[in-house]
């Protein structure tokens, strides 16, 4: 069900953000300019042949390998999920993000970059009325050992457990507000992984600026918050539920990631009847 809270906003100015992409290491500058009411998110490709834009969704997200793509035909754009973190927190919800590359930059690993950005255009309020998918039945999906679970709530919160091996270990989260001071919680891998991934050719942007790399058998390197690797999947399962429409609801991950919360989101896309 949809339900109606407050107003929809946009930014008042436009505003620039410049960096490299994480998988591809190239140089990438957004342009994030105000949108009509019930616009939602639209996104350009500036450097592809005639200008191609599309409207993000649930339904647009091409690949959730590692970080959530975007796309409609040869039209793409990767790691949307920090930039619609901090869109969340800001409760924007129409903006058009003009984009000369297939990746969004990847700044310090964390959505508060884009956070600091955004919030220096200033947001203007619109007639039209904020809706939000409110959950009235609990949903669940399961994939191995990962699990995500949807239950009705009057608010919006997130409970997140994820275990890995040490250093990390077992950690969790359960909240209700606040988040713009968890917005600085960095994305995080193996150094052996990140290894891995640039002889394939991706992760190229990736270096200890803008990722925590742990060691196996060492100690953990400083956190920005406590438990920041799991700050940062709550991170991440709020980007990629906002790229659908905000929520109301208790949601529960455990070992989750990008593909179990892509799934979730068109669920709810998809029953909002
Ligand atoms: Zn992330």
């Known amino acids: 069900m949809l339900v109606r809270r407050g107003q929809q ?27 009509p009411e019930d616009s939602g998110f639209v996104f350009c490709r500036k450097d592809l042949p005639g200008e191609q834009c599309f409207k993000a969704g649930p339904d647009k997200v091409v690949d959730t390998n590692r970080s ?19 869109v969340a927190v800001l409760k924007l919800d129409n903006l058009i993000v003009e984009i000369d590359g297939p990746e969004m930059p990847i700044l310090d690993g964390s959505p508060y970059p884009f ?41 919006f919160r997130v409970t997140y457990v994820f275990i890995a ?10 909240r209700e507000e606040n988040w713009e001071e968890l917005l600085p919680a960095r994305t995080f891998g193996w150094e052996e992984e990140a ?42 399962l709020i980007g990629d539920l906002a790229l659908y429409r905000p929520v109301l609801g ?18 709810l896309q998809a029953g909002e009847g």
């Open 9 to 35: 906003h946009t930014l008042e100015n436009t505003v620039k953000i410049k960096g490299r992409g994480l998988h591809t290491g190239g140089p990438v500058s957004v342009t994030i300019k105000p949108a």
């Open 195 to 236: 290894k891995e991934l640039k002889k394939r050719g991706l992760a190229r942007g990736g270096s200890e600026e803008c990722a925590i790399i742990f060691r196996q058998g060492e100690e953990a390197p400083p956190y920005r918050v406590p438990n920041e690797p799991v700050v940062h999947k709550a991170l991440d």
């Open 115 to 155: 956070f600091i950005e955004l919030k220096k255009g200033g947001k203007k309020k619109q007639e039209a009325s904020r809706l939000w998918r409110k959950i009235e039945e609990p949903l669940f999906f399961r994939d191995c050992f990962s699990s995500i679970v949807a239950l009705p709530a009057e608010g």
């Open 250 to 267: 208790h949601f529960i991950a455990v070992r989750a990631g990008h593909k179990l919360h892509n799934q979730l989101a068109r669920e």
């Open 165 to 174: 091996p040490p250093p990390i270990g077992h950690q969790a989260l359960d």
């Open 68 to 86: 959530t793509t975007l796309g409609e035909g040869k039209c793409r754009v990767g790691t949307v999920e920090h930039f619609f973190a901090a």
